[in-house]
Every structure is written in C-alpha cells, then in structure tokens.
C-alpha cells in the first residue's frame, strides 16, 4: 500500500510539472542543444554534459565559457557559483523529507531545481508533504530537458526561439501563481516586498543569479523577527 | 569524446551535487531552533519572489521595455491565482497574454 501510495503521488508530481512548466524546459532545452553544437561539443559531449552536470541554467552559462577556451577550473568554480542558491532551497525542503532513507535522500538532492523546488512547496502548502511528489517532478522536467537538448543538438539551429511563443514567461509566470495565493499574513507580505527590492537591485546592479542567493538569505531574516513560531497561531 | 572536457563535466557535476545534498542530508532529521524555524518559513517566500521578479521586470539585466506585455501578464496571473488557486489556469492566461501581444506587435 506505501508502494501505490509513492507511485501515485509521484504520478501527481509527473503531471503537475507536465501541465506547467514541462514545454516550456523542453524549449530551453532545445536552445540548449543547438547552442552547445554550435559551440561544437559532439553530440555524445552534450548528452555527456547532461548526465553529469544535470544543471540548466549553469549549462547555458558554460557554453560561451567553452566557446572562450575558459580553463576547467573557471567552469567548475562558477557552477558551483551558479548552484549557490540551491544550499537555501534544500534547506528549506529539508524537513519535508524527514522520513526518507539515506539513500533515498542522496537521489532526490540530485533533483533539486528551481521549479521541482517550487512546485514542491506549493504542493506541501495544501497537501501532506511526500518526497514522491518531488520526485515526479524532478523527474518530470529531467526528462523534458534530456528530450529537448537532444532535439535541439540534432536540429541545430532550426529551433524557433521560445520568446516567440511566450515560452519565456512560464518561469515567472508559475512562481508567481505559486507565491500569490500564498502571501497571506502581514509578515510574509514584508518578507516578499523585502526579496522584491534586494533581488532587483542586486540583478540589475550584480547579475547572473546571485540575486536569488542574496535576496533569500537576507529577506529571510526578517521572518525571524515578524514571524509567528511554527505550531504556534499563523 | 575529448576525455579532458568529459572530466570537466563530471567536476562541473560534483559542484552542482555539493550545492545540493550537504543541507538536505543536515537539516532532514533534525528539530531546528525556534528563530531559526521562523527563518525557514520565510526563505520559501523570499526565494520565490527572488526567482520570479527579475524574470519579469528585467530582461538580460535590463528593464524591461514598456511594450512588452511581461508586467500586466504577471499582475493577471497574481491575481487570478489568489482568485481561483488553479495554477495551469493562471499560468496559461498569463502565457496566452504575453505570446499575443508580442504576436500582435511583430
């Protein structure tokens, strides 16, 4: 019965990232691809990036550092710079995934994403926390990234920006869905505000994706003093 | 298959993965002091808006232009997610929105 129960809320997690985001991860993927052979990785190189970096967005940043000739050490470095913000995200999953085995655990942190992450928690908002439902998603939008890299690798430059269809503004368009109905308290509404202003000052000022890092650290503290213990009256 | 840029990708990836599993495998069993409880309840709030505000307000560092329809397709989607709660719904009239005017105007 925990068996079916697993399957079918992985399932859950399968499609709600299908109805979202998944075409739109497929498009990025496909740019992906075509931009990594135009930068001339083979194709066996870019299914070999994949699998073993498994990151998007510091995919996309790689790729002009490989065109560069940039020294490994440098692709390494600023990956791990890129991924900084993930320590925050698995943070706050953490205590959701208190009853996985270790092993269990070691698998999931491999699919920790922006959007596995916030679909997930949108999910836990309303419904017992399962690490399946993160499971299906990540594995969802995995999936969706492979097929289109692959697609993309092989139809090299024929793939139509995503812009054109709007394709771009399902990443926002779904964090803000996911945020809005949940900014319910005055507290949370001071935390968002706060992250609002730091990540923009420091996008525009910094850029890259420090700003997430910057802003989830810093706004953060303010729950400390505004909000309401956890247990306690919300 | 240059092996050299194999080995970078496999680097590249234990960089990723150190970002990711240290936290989880820390913080899953253990029961957090009440700040920093309050701290952890803000940060899903924080990292959200963090991802999703420059998307919309900035492109490629820079403001977006005022005939992109980026800004009022966000304010539909907030407002019809706090409405209705259906996140496919909000999404796609915010996608619909966006994909017409930019249609529209090329």
Redesign the interface.
């Known amino acids: 019965m925990a068996r079916a129960g697993w399957r079918g809320e992985a399932w859950t997690g399968v499609r709600d990232a299908a109805s979202t985001v998944v075409p739109s991860v497929v498009a990025y993927g496909a740019v992906w691809g075509g931009l990594a052979r135009q930068t001339g990785l083979s194709l066996g190189e870019v299914v070999a990036m994949c699998l073993l970096v498994s990151a998007g967005t510091a995919q996309f940043v790689a790729l002009p550092m490989l065109a560069a000739g940039a020294p490994a050490w440098l692709l390494v470095v600023t990956t791990y710079i890129v991924n900084l913000r993930h320590y925050l995200m698995a943070a706050s999953l953490a205590p959701h995934f208190a009853t996985l085995s270790r092993w269990r655990l070691a698998l999931l942190a491999h699919g920790l994403s922006d959007e596995a992450y916030a679909l997930s928690l949108a999910r836990f908002a309303r419904h017992p926390a399962r690490p399946a439902y993160f499971a299906g998603c990540a594995g969802a939008l995995y999936l969706a990234f492979y097929a289109g890299a692959a697609a993309g690798a092989v139809l090299g430059s024929r793939i139509p920006d995503p812009r054109r269809f709007g394709l771009d503004f399902v990443f926002p368009a779904v964090f803000i869905a996911i945020l809005a109905p949940s900014l319910r308290a005055r507290w949370q509404w001071g935390v968002a505000a706060a992250a609002a202003v730091i990540a923009l000052a420091v996008a525009w000022r910094i850029g890259g994706t420090w700003h997430i890092a910057v802003a989830g650290l810093a706004a953060s503290a303010l729950g400390v003093w505004l909000a309401p213990s956890p247990g306690g009256r919300a | 298959?240059?092996s050299?840029?194999?080995?970078?990708?496999?680097?590249?990836?234990v960089?990723?993965?150190?970002?990711?599993?240290?936290?989880?495998?820390?913080?899953?069993?253990r029961r957090?002091p009440?700040?920093l409880?309050?701290?952890?309840?803000?940060?899903?709030?924080?990292?959200?808006?963090?991802?999703?505000?420059?998307?919309?307000?900035?492109a490629d560092?820079r403001p977006v232009p005022p005939w992109d329809p980026?800004i009022p397709?966000?304010v539909l989607?907030?407002?019809?997610?706090?409405r209705t709660?259906n996140?496919?719904l909000?999404?796609a009239a915010?996608?619909?929105?966006?994909?017409?005017v930019?249609?529209f105007l090329?």
Do not use: H
């Open positions: 298959m240059r050299g840029l194999v080995l970078t990708f496999a680097a590249m990836g960089a990723t993965y150190l970002t990711r599993a240290p936290l989880l495998f820390a913080l899953a069993r957090l009440p700040w409880a309050r701290y952890f309840a803000a940060l899903p709030i924080a990292l959200i808006t963090a991802l999703a505000l420059p998307l919309v307000i900035l560092g980026q397709a966000a989607v907030a407002l019809l997610a706090r709660g996140l496919l909000s999404v915010g996608v619909v929105l966006v994909a017409g930019r249609a090329s």
